[in-house]
């Protein structure tokens, strides 16, 4: 069974920081361009990252480049979402996922999604 399984969320001040990791289980997602989305009540899910197969690659949401870094460790099936600078917008239930194949684009389709980890940003 294909798990992806985010952890690292929780209760940030504005202008912190906070790490999101995501592990994949099941098969490995050594070919698939990974990538994490966010979602806030009653709004669509929205992107945040991506990042290629080989991990030398990234794609970033406006709203978050120069403040989010995705990184991945494919030997041990991981994905990172370093986020700095946080504020109120940044909060939501981010959420991991293998999109198909090699498309790292804003808008490829996701194959697995992980049930979402949620990060909080309130003084």
């Known amino acids: 069974q294909v798990q992806l399984v985010e952890s690292g969320g929780g209760l940030v001040q504005p202008g912190g920081s906070l790490t999101l990791s995501c592990t994949a289980s099941g098969r490995a997602f050594n070919n698939n361009a990974m990538a994490w989305h966010r979602q806030a009540p009653g709004k669509e899910r929205e992107f945040v990252a991506a990042i290629n197969w080989r991990g030398i690659r990234a794609n970033y949401a406006d709203s978050v480049k120069g403040r989010f870094t995705i990184t991945r460790h494919n030997a041990n099936n991981t994905v990172n979402l370093q986020m700095n600078t946080l504020n109120h917008e940044d909060a939501d239930i981010y959420y991991c996922?293998?999109?198909?194949?090699?498309?790292?684009?804003?808008?490829?389709?996701?194959?697995?999604w992980g049930k979402g980890t949620l990060v909080t940003v309130s003084s």
């Open positions: 996922a293998a999109h198909y194949g090699g498309d790292w684009s804003r808008v490829a389709r996701v194959e697995h």
